[in-house]
């Protein structure tokens, strides 16, 4: 068989890096998506050749059907598989319900549960015609117990939840497996904009373990679910959070 492709959404990020470089280890030939208008990709390019990674980076607004499939088309084309997609885009616009705007809700909904439906939906063929593949959502912790100010958010990733198990009955036949990955907070750029007082007084007294989490350990996780080991794994939501939220 050929040398296998991963293809992750959001991959510039921190979470998104991790994932690219773990299953990279594992023997991937490792593609991403990142936003048209993210203007670190090719600094970000240049520090994973560093590493010894080369990545086929394909500019697309995963909220925008159409752009998702030219972007599998373009990996497609210079791949000529996809046999593992982890589905990690995603964005937030916290706000209290009562004052969130439309917008706020239609580009959260966009990049994190419109973008799963149809990177997924671009993707199914070609790993039918394998009779192989796997599919990784990456959901929240708050897509389980909710948050703040996180309704959009939280509906969203909640969300992934009904379509991996929806998809998973619809593809098993098929050899392809459909799982949810939910992480808590992880050491990444992202957090570390919560505000300290926050951080110390709300975000780690709620981990019993008592520290964020790493990217790198839900790679871990990640890597194990594309592999051929997980096999008889499918639709199901893994919480990987330190005891934040037990399920």
Same mark, same amino acid.
């Given at each position: 068989m050929s040398k296998q492709v991963a293809l992750v959404t959001g991959g510039l990020g921190g979470l998104g890096t991790a994932?690219?470089?773990?299953?990279?280890?594992?023997?991937?030939?490792?593609?991403?998506?990142?936003? +048209?208008?993210?203007?670190?990709?090719?600094?970000?390019l240049a520090a994973q050749r560093d590493e010894g990674m080369d990545v086929l980076?394909?500019?697309?607004?995963?909220?925008? &059907?159409?752009?998702?499939?030219?972007?599998?088309?373009?990996?497609?084309?210079?791949? *000529?598989?996809? &046999?593992?997609?982890?589905n990690n885009a995603g964005i937030t616009?916290?706000?209290?319900?009562? *004052? #969130?705007?439309? @917008?706020?809700?239609?580009?959260?909904?966009?990049?994190?549960? @419109?973008?799963?439906?149809? #990177?997924?939906?671009?993707?199914?063929?070609?790993?039918?015609?394998q009779s192989w593949g796997r599919v990784i959502n990456i959901s929240s912790v708050n897509g389980q117990q909710g948050a703040f100010g996180q309704a959009n958010y939280a509906a969203a990733k909640a969300g992934m939840h009904g379509f991996t198990k929806a998809l998973a009955l619809e593809?098993?036949?098929?050899?392809?497996?459909?799982?949810?990955?939910?992480p808590g907070y992880l050491a990444t750029r992202m957090v570390s904009e919560v505000p300290e007082k926050? #951080? *110390?007084?709300?975000?780690? +007294?709620?981990?019993?373990?008592?520290?964020?989490?790493? +990217?790198?350990?839900?790679?871990?996780?990640?890597?194990?679910?594309?592999?051929?080991?997980?096999?008889? #794994?499918?639709?199901a939501n893994i919480a990987i959070n330190g005891g934040q939220h037990m399920c």
């Open positions: 994932v690219c470089r773990r299953l990279h280890q594992e023997g991937f030939i490792i593609a991403a998506t990142c936003s +048209p208008s993210n203007g670190q990709r090719h600094a970000w980076v394909v500019e697309a607004d995963v909220a925008d &059907d159409s752009a998702c499939a030219r972007a599998v088309q373009r990996v497609l084309a210079e791949t *000529k598989r996809i &046999d593992v997609l982890v616009r916290d706000r209290s319900l009562r *004052k #969130m705007g439309v @917008d706020d809700w239609h580009a959260v909904m966009g990049a994190n549960l @419109d973008s799963v439906f149809s #990177m997924t939906r671009h993707v199914l063929e070609p790993m039918i015609g593809v098993a036949r098929h050899g392809i497996t459909v799982n949810t990955v939910s926050v #951080m *110390k007084e709300r975000i780690l +007294p709620a981990i019993p373990v008592g520290r964020l989490g790493t +990217p790198e350990e839900v790679a871990g996780l990640v890597a194990y679910l594309a592999s051929e080991q997980a096999g008889f #794994m499918t639709g």
